[in-house]
Nanobody, 125 residues
Framework: QVQLVESGGGLVQAGGSLRLSCAAS????????MGWFRQAPGKEREFVAA????????YYTDSVKGRFTISRDNAENTVYLQMNSLKTEDTAVYYC??????????????????WGQGTQVTVSS
């Protein structure tokens, strides 16, 4: 079982920045593929960013490329999402996701078995 706890959400003005963190349990975090997803009110949960087990590979949805950066610290069992130049359309609950024992870069929500509880990000105009 993997437990994920997100933090770092909040209220920020458009153009501002936030850094989300996701702390994971387990002794084999370095073998987990990790991802960030988000869900706005009335919309489906959508992919934001993914990172491979080693951190060598990353992938982003088009709408956040150049603004968001996913990274991980395997020594700290933590994955991050640095969000810059935030827009009102980035407002959503952000979820961290994990999949054990894979070297793949996973970009679909049904590829992940473990999810955090979510953290709210609100971007005001």
């Amino acid at each position: 079982q993997v437990q994920l706890v997100e933090s770092g959400g909040g209220l920020v003005q458009a153009g501002g920045s936030l850094r989300l963190s996701c702390a994971a349990s387990g002794r084999t975090f370095s073998s987990y593929a990790m991802g960030w997803f988000r869900q706005a009110p009335g919309k489906e949960r959508e992919f934001v960013a993914a990172i491979s087990w080693s951190g060598a590979r990353t992938y982003y949805t088009d709408s956040v490329k150049g603004r968001f950066t996913i990274s991980r610290d395997n020594a700290e069992n933590t994955v991050y999402l640095q969000m810059n130049s935030l827009k009102t359309e980035d407002t959503a609950v952000y979820y961290c996701a994990a999949q054990k024992l894979t070297t793949a870069l996973l970009t679909h929500r049904n590829e992940y078995d473990y999810w955090g509880q979510g953290t709210q990000v609100t971007v005001s105009s």
